[in-house]
């Protein structure tokens, strides 16, 4: 109870929400978690609307947070970190941010180099690192579940989510004084994917204009050179239109590459770009008060006039990134079904299709399914507890281990094997996590919220060795078969070799691609020497 007014003989009831323990006479104070609403009369106080670690009574924010009486906004030096739980903290902005910021330009930049690269030579050890993305991209959005991980292990897989482009673990909104706003970081996500395709514009103009300065300098000295041979004269190309040419084809297979490259990047970010996108309609009325506010930003409130401008966005980058790509992939590899065998096809697409069976070229999509349905199933599906949501997902990924394992769509026995392994470990994460939700409840003791923690990253850490060994295995092999020859996408993708050839002193002198086959596919023809 308290009294406001000096010499009262009665007390009023301490209203719902208001601290009136302090001595003689005195106005009730917000209790943590509440906010005074000083327009109304009287004493009202009413919950904060934003978590309510983030009101620490007496009408203030919490340390690190401003924007009373909401609580929204980090204070000027701190960002938003998100952890995935319902109520992320403002931590610290980085002492360098401009050098996170360099960063994350040189790996722009890094991963587009090495994307062209590998799109020209199209080397087997890609079949591995693609089956190594795709499980810790999944396993990343595994670990945005609320499975109730201990805080260690939730933690080392959060690491995971770099794989998924997940700039907020480089503090993008401390290169802005002021902070960025929930709409803020989602253009700059979305434009991710532009600023990729820039680079690989400006590498496409740079080697056409290279080359066409190259070659209008080979032109200058190009004719014939007539050749007396007995009683006739024979007019034979002069050394530079054989260069000419050479340069022709040089500049064909670096564009080419160039657009494989971009091609590749875009399947790279599709589960990021889509994730990013369909959290915006994630919405949840986890106090029970009727006010609903996006899981992934408990801050902004849904069915607001901010909410409607971030859902545009959301929209139009779920319908260009998330139905485009796949539409494009589909597309371009179903038009080219009876062409896939030239080398044309293979620079050009290669990356999206080299590394399955001739009948499973479109297995891409299959994977990209995959993701859209952990991720879907994730969004999309908050009228069911976390317990069937981890069920549905385990339902699907058993299905797809089950396909995998009957149809075994790489070319590599190695990748088909390393691919049912990595669907295994996620089966596994999926079982630790009903385990520890059924089987234990929602109080498990330290000891056993400790152990399932140390038995997941023992399962992800497996994985993760299995791909490192595979990809080391696959690089060695593709340099040893390098020595002997055997260069480029034909050799090191289409032929076995057996240990005993290393030994042998045999290096392959020539190879040839000819159409053979009914179904337009081709054989390869090889021929060895001392």
Known sequence: SYADTEGSSTCAACPVGGDCRALGVGIPQAL?????????????????????????????????????????????????????????????????????VAGIIIIVLSVSVTLVNLARSATVFMTSIGVGLNFIQIAAVLSTFDAGWPQQTQKSLNYLTLFNLNLELFSIECVQSTGLSVAGKLMVKLALPLLFLLIFLIMYCVVKIFYKCRLSSVAEGSGTQSVASGAHTVAVASTSQFRSRSLLKNAKTWEWAVVNASLSMLNLIYISITLTCMEVFDCED??????????????????????????LYALVGGGVYGLGIPMLFFFLLKSRSSKLHRRSAVLQLGLLYRKYTKYSYLWELVIILRKIVVVGVKLFSSQFSEVTRMQIVFLAMTFFFLLQWVLKPYQSRRANRLELFTLFCVIGVLLCGLFFQKALGMTPSTTERFLVGYVVLGIVGAALIAIGFVIGYDFRNARRMKKRGMVGAYATEDVQVYPHFFRSGLRMASECRMVTTTDHFSNLMVSYTY
């Open 286 to 311: 986890e106090d029970g008060d009727g006010v609903f506010r996006m899981r992934s930003q408990p801050d902004v409130n849904c069915y607001t006039a901010q909410w409607r401008k971030i859902r």
């Open 32 to 100: 943590p978690g509440y906010w005074r609403d000083t327009s109304a009369s009287g004493y009202v106080f009413t919950q904060c609307q934003a978590p309510s670690s983030r009101c620490a009574g007496r009408n203030q924010c919490a340390a690190n947070w401003v924007n009373p009486p909401l609580c929204s906004d980090c204070a000027q030096g701190y960002f938003l970190k998100q952890d995935y739980t319902s109520d992320p903290q403002c931590a610290k902005c980085p002492k360098f941010i401009m050098a996170y």
